[in-house]
């Protein structure tokens, strides 16, 4: 009985006393010296770990992935990331880039729009420089171009999409042919251009206008 109360003080002293940080989880040892940067093609690595400059010497062990997602929010083009911690001090994260699919110019500034709509700062890639150019307000692109999508839209032969305060769109085609849809119900429009476009009695036309319901006018 008394060998068993000894014992169970013994647990509760160090139950009181316990701290998880024991001293050779602070050992500097575990401190971050290497920091890598995996699956990004957009951007460039060292451009990633000059904003997480700050980790170099934190422990590995305590990280605060907070602090490493606050550092990271202001760079539009990381959809998302993720953290492997590798013992005992190297930090590896794993970056999805966004995929842009449109340059939106609005006013003097540009803009990429992602494939699941959200703004991108702009800067000069190269394999980007063929995207289809969004004028005007780009807020409701995203669902026209889901709309396109939807109806297999040749989306390839799309030059520029220009937006109007009246809430309709222009599609201008690298043809030159120009779509000029109705403020509502323009899926209509769009299949309708789409079973005319082979017709060889359209080929002469270069705007199909379907702002009037139930017209299209050909100039």
Aim: glycine share 2%; hydrophobic share 40%.
């Amino acid at each position: 009985m008394k060998k068993s109360l000894f014992w169970l003080i013994i647990f509760f002293i160090f139950l009181t006393t316990y701290t998880p940080k024991f001293n050779f989880i602070k050992d500097s040892h575990l401190n971050i010296k290497k920091i890598k940067i995996d699956n990004n093609s957009i951007l460039k690595s060292d451009e990633i770990k000059k904003k997480l400059n700050f980790l170099y010497n934190e422990n590995l062990f305590f990280l605060n992935i907070g602090d490493v997602a606050d550092n990271l929010k202001n760079e539009t083009f990381i959809e998302s990331f993720s953290i492997k911690k590798i013992y005992p001090n190297t930090l590896k994260l794993t970056i999805v880039e966004k995929k842009p699919i449109a340059v939106l110019q609005n006013k003097k500034k540009k803009f990429y729009i992602s494939d699941k709509g959200s703004i991108i700062n702009f800067r000069d890639i190269e394999k980007y420089t063929n995207l289809p150019t969004v004028f005007g307000n780009g807020e409701n692109f995203y669902t026209l171009y889901n709309d396109l999508q939807n109806i297999q839209f040749p989306l390839e032969k799309i030059k520029s999409y220009y937006f109007f305060e009246s809430g309709r769109w222009d599609l201008v085609m690298y043809d030159d042919k120009v779509i000029k849809l109705p403020n509502q119900d323009y899926l209509f429009s769009l299949k309708n251009f789409m079973k005319s476009k082979n017709n060889r009695n359209f080929n002469n036309y270069k705007i199909f206008d379907y702002r009037i319901k139930d017209q299209i006018i050909l100039n």
